[in-house]
């Protein structure tokens, strides 16, 4: 079974650009979630979503980010324009139905998106 | 205030001997989950184990354990029998209320492991 897909792996961009970064999450996985790595702030949650629906986005740093997940095997976070910043590595992660189905309710990464603003 | 510490420096240890990596976490809610999680350089988040907070015994998961403090509020990751390979950064977790009502997890800021051959 195919793990999470994150594209592109690395995006390089001018300060301005709109980037989109995309998730494909595990077949079956209802939740999904956007997070972010820097050196500075550790690995932050920016955003998750339940059955397609965003349930938290209190770690959205501001208006510039958005995400959306219009189908179970589909998101994409757009950081529009983007600034230098935002370089950071983006990733991806899902996990089981939250009932029966998972004690743990682990959540599975993907690869991660390396985005370098310039 | 933080909800997980981890607070060590960069570690190291000899191949074949075991080494714990530290972590406290903070939460009111009785009932929480917690996780430890492996980088290595590749840059992949890898899962390795979990703990809940009603678990009456310490999670282990072939080499790894995970020794629970519930009074301390600790959930310290022991390898044993360190290989190469374990070189990496850990990540400790928690999830606040029950598995089936949140999913969230709040990650500590790493340690990172280097195993000396």
């Known amino acids: 079974d195919a793990g999470v897909i994150q594209s592109p792996r690395h995006e390089v961009t001018e300060m301005g650009q709109e980037v989109t970064l995309r998730c494909k999450p595990i077949?079956?996985?209802?939740?999904l979630f956007w997070y972010r790595q820097t050196m500075m702030r550790g690995l932050e949650l920016l955003i998750y979503?339940?059955?397609?629906?965003?349930?938290?986005d209190s770690g959205m740093p501001e208006d510039r980010f958005s995400a959306k997940m219009p189908n179970a095997s589909f998101s994409t976070l757009k950081i529009q324009p983007s600034e230098p910043r935002d370089s950071a590595v983006y990733f991806c992660?899902?996990?089981?139905?939250?009932?029966?189905?998972?004690?743990?309710?682990?959540?599975?990464f993907g690869p991660g998106t390396r985005l370098t603003v310039l | 205030a933080q909800k997980i510490t981890q607070t060590q420096p960069g570690m190291f240890v000899q191949e074949k001997e075991a080494v714990t990596l530290d972590c406290t976490y903070d939460?009111?809610?009785?009932?929480?989950?917690l996780f430890w999680y492996k980088q290595p350089s590749s840059g992949e988040m890898i899962f390795l184990i979990y703990?809940?907070?009603?678990?009456?015994q310490n999670a282990t998961e072939g080499r790894y354990s995970l020794n629970f403090q519930k009074a301390r509020k600790s959930a310290n990751l022991v390898i044993s029998a360190s290989q190469l390979g374990d070189s990496a950064m850990y990540f400790c977790?928690?999830?606040?209320?029950?598995?089936?009502?949140?999913?969230?997890?709040?990650f500590g800021k790493g340690i990172t492991l280097s195993v000396r051959p």
């Open positions: 992660a899902s996990s089981l139905p939250s009932r029966g189905q998972s004690i743990y309710n682990e959540q599975f």
């Open positions: 939460t009111s809610d009785p009932s929480y989950g």
């Open positions: 979503f339940n059955n397609n629906v965003p349930i938290d």
């Open positions: 703990q809940g907070s009603y678990d009456q």
């Open positions: 977790a928690m999830r606040e209320g029950p598995s089936g009502a949140n999913s969230k997890l709040t």
């Open positions: 077949s079956g996985h209802d939740y």
